[in-house]
């Protein structure tokens, strides 16, 4: 199973930015799926978006789209998330998961693993 651990969540203005980070424990082209998830206080957990490591497609729930990019860096073992234009709904813990069955993509994901969450937090 693979360790992730998430980084660079904080308080920041509406408009902002910040920059989620996730290290795995396994070389990432062997974690064939990861996605961001957040949970907002009194909501059901979101998936927020999703790369698939073998050829780089992404995923984005509709809110996000064009606010928020996911990348990865195979060298390090890191998947990011860089969000821009934050809004104060944006507000949650961020969770990455992890699906390290071949052939599985960010349609089909069954994650095996979970980080243990970073708060964001939108001021308005």
């Known amino acids: 199973e693979v360790q992730l651990v998430e980084s660079g969540g904080g308080l920041v203005q509406a408009g902002g930015s910040l920059t989620l980070s996730c290290a795995t424990s396994k070389f990432t082209l062997d974690v064939y799926v990861i996605s961001w998830f957040r949970q907002a206080p009194g909501k059901e957990r979101e998936e927020v978006s999703c790369?698939?490591?073998?050829?780089?497609?992404?995923k984005y729930e509709d809110s996000v789209k064009g606010r928020f990019t996911i990348s990865n860096d195979i060298a390090k073992n890191m998947v990011y998330l860089q969000m821009n234009s934050l809004k104060p709904e944006d507000t949650a813990v961020y969770y990455c998961?992890?699906?390290?069955?071949?052939?599985?993509?960010?349609?089909?994901?069954?994650?095996?693993?979970w980080g243990q969450g970073t708060q964001v937090t939108v001021s308005s």
């Open positions: 998961a992890a699906d390290s069955t071949p052939g599985s993509d960010c349609y089909s994901p069954d994650f095996e693993s």
């Open positions: 790369i698939t490591s073998t050829d780089g497609s992404t």
